[in-house]
């Protein structure tokens, strides 16, 4: 059965503190890993998707990096307007798999 | 203009009651999702059409049935509504089986 987790579980940074994300995945036939972004009360916003060990991908302050078994969203000196969870998903045959995500907030 | 929208946005309604969700994409996507996520905010799949044809079918009580009139639309309907049903139901499209998917701004379904 695919497998996608997500640690930590949340994590709370001040402005200006750079940090990491984990997800760790085993999924049949992966086709891509997906970074989605999620504001409270909204749906799920793309980010990247990468699709082969040692891939990376850059958007703004965030880095999205892949492994045989793992990706990482690294998060460079974040802003309050970085506070959101972040989804990440390992696509297979037939969908997406989701982690639970990874809560981040942000203070000022 | 929005790519994949859903109606209602909120649905309040009492057990045992038959609801319908309804989405649309505008991006002339082959593949549209149904998505469940709970209060835990863990999301899973229940559905996936391709091309109108249903390709997956998780286990979903037979009560939740959907409907594709067009590779444009993806309609969820519910009967007997139960408690353990209030969720947040996503509606997603993506080109193709296991690419990128873009979802709508979601359904948020309170049975009482």
């Known amino acids: 059965e695919d497998q996608v987790t997500q640690s930590p579980e949340a994590l709370r940074l001040q402005e200006g503190e750079s940090s990491s994300l984990n997800c760790s995945y085993t999924?049949?036939?992966?086709?891509?890993l997906f970074w989605y972004r999620q504001d409270p009360g909204k749906g799920p916003e793309f980010l990247f998707t990468?699709?082969?060990a040692g891939e990376e991908k850059e958007k703004e302050r965030l880095k999205a990096t892949l492994t045989k078994k793992e990706s990482f969203l690294h998060i460079t000196a974040p802003k309050p307007e970085d506070s959101a969870t972040y989804l990440c998903a390992g696509g297979g045959y037939s969908t997406l798999t989701f982690g639970k995500g990874t809560m981040l907030l942000v203070s000022p | 203009d929005t790519a994949v929208s859903q109606t209602p946005k909120y649905l309040v309604t009492q057990m045992g009651n038959d609801k319908s969700i309804k989405c649309e994409q505008n991006l002339g996507h082959d593949t549209m999702y149904w998505y469940k996520q709970d209060s835990k905010k863990f999301l899973k799949i229940m559905f996936s059409y391709n091309n109108k044809e249903l390709i997956i079918n998780e286990t979903v009580p037979n009560r939740f049935s959907p409907k594709s009139p067009d590779k444009a639309h993806l309609n969820l309907h519910i009967n007997s509504l139960e408690l353990g049903d209030s969720a947040v139901y996503f509606c997603?499209?993506?080109w193709g089986v296991g690419e990128t998917q873009y979802f709508g701004p979601g359904t948020r379904l309170l049975v009482l």
């Open positions: 990468l699709y082969s």
């Open positions: 997603a499209s993506s």
């Open positions: 999924v049949s036939g992966l086709r891509g």
